[in-house]
Nanobody, 115 residues
Framework: QVQLVESGGGLVQPGGSLRLSCAAS????????WAWYRQTPGKQRELVAR???????IYADSVKGRFTLSSDDAESTAYLQMNSLKVEDTAVYYC?????????WGQGTQVTVSS
């Protein structure tokens, strides 16, 4: 079992930055991939970014060049640095950890981009 706790969400103006953190506990040795998803009311959860243990990273087209996903294995934490935020980035952001055939989710953190 892996437990995930997100932090770092909040209210920011367009053009601003936020850094989300996702701290893992439990069977952290089994994590082989980290990802961030986001969801807005009435829409499906969508992938924002994903990184594997080998360092292979993918980003949604809508965030390429603005968001950076990284992981710190020593701290068992993943980060999502979000720059040049837009109103359309407003969503609940969820951390995901992949461990073999299992997926674990955090509780979500609200990001609101508004002037």
């Amino acid at each position: 079992q892996v437990q995930l706790v997100e932090s770092g969400g909040g209210l920011v103006q367009p053009g601003g930055s936020l850094r989300l953190s996702c701290a893992a506990s439990g069977s952290i040795f089994s994590i082989d991939a980290w990802a961030w998803y986001r969801q807005t009311p009435g829409k499906q959860r969508e992938l924002v970014a994903r990184i594997t243990s080998g360092g292979w990273t993918i980003y949604a087209d809508s965030v390429k060049g603005r968001f950076t996903l990284s992981s710190d294995d020593a701290e068992s934490t993943a980060y999502l640095q979000m720059n040049s935020l837009k109103v359309e980035d407003t969503a609940v952001y969820y951390c995901n950890a992949g461990a073999g055939k299992y997926d674990y989710w955090g509780q979500g953190t609200q990001v609101t981009v508004s002037s």
